[in-house]
């Protein structure tokens, strides 16, 4: 089922970004889960621990802004392209299970829809590069803590994972009505149910660490 109503935060290439009242559940749950991976942790190499008090919170909450934040440029990416293909995308909305780009008409041929579907992992591949060079930088430095360190790595960490997790077929940006779609061999022959919105929805990856795994898998580096 498709989200209704919600509330407008911005306007992006003529595209209006809403978010749902549900979106707000899934980002307490990824702030929480963000805080406590980062409460008490060290990093190799690096003096201390994470301060305790409020700093977790602040900065788990931060990283939850910044992630989705990330995740909306993801979006923004494959809404982009589509219109420079000609495709005018309404609106795109941020829910619960994940993001709702409205189209004002399904895409025509595949290689407008493999353009459409590699600028998103494109641009979230990018962004990891980024905030890696930027942990590089902040790490370089043997003196300093983890306060930094550790958000830095959290979002180099799931911005691969997103970036991979959508080159898997099955989670590519995908076309779809109000309804399953009956597709053949390409996504670009999917048909909707007559009188329904062609949309493309994005469902969020479920991309956050465990602690173990995580400060296993990072001291490698």
């Known amino acids: 089922m498709l989200p209704g109503g919600g509330f407008k935060i911005a306007k992006v290439f003529g595209i209006e ?33 994470f301060p305790a008090g409020v700093w977790p919170w602040v900065f788990g909450f931060g990283t939850a802004i910044v992630f989705f934040a990330c995740l909306l440029a993801h979006e923004l990416s494959h809404s982009y392209v589509a219109k420079r293909k000609g495709i005018n995308i309404r609106r795109i909305t941020l829910f619960l299970f994940g993001g709702v780009a409205e189209m004002s008409e399904d895409v025509s041929d595949a290689t407008s829809e493999l353009e459409m579907a590699a600028a998103g992992p494109a641009m979230t591949f990018f962004l990891a590069g980024v905030f890696y060079l930027l942990f590089r930088v902040v790490s370089a430095n043997p003196n300093r803590g983890p306060l930094w360190i550790i958000p830095l790595w959290l979002l180099v960490y799931i911005n691969l994972f997103i970036g991979v997790f959508n080159l898997l077929p099955a989670f590519r940006w995908t076309a779809a009505g109000s309804s399953a779609p009956s597709c053949g061999k390409s996504r670009a022959t999917c048909r909707r149910p007559p009188g329904s919105r062609p949309t493309a929805v994005k469902s969020w990856a479920c991309c956050l660490p465990q602690e173990d795994s995580f400060w296993s898998s990072s001291t490698r580096f």
């Open 17 to 49: 970004i809403d978010i749902n009242p549900t979106w707000l559940i899934i980002f307490a749950l990824v702030g929480v889960s963000l805080s406590e991976t980062m409460r008490g942790a060290g990093w190799p190499g690096h003096p201390g621990r």
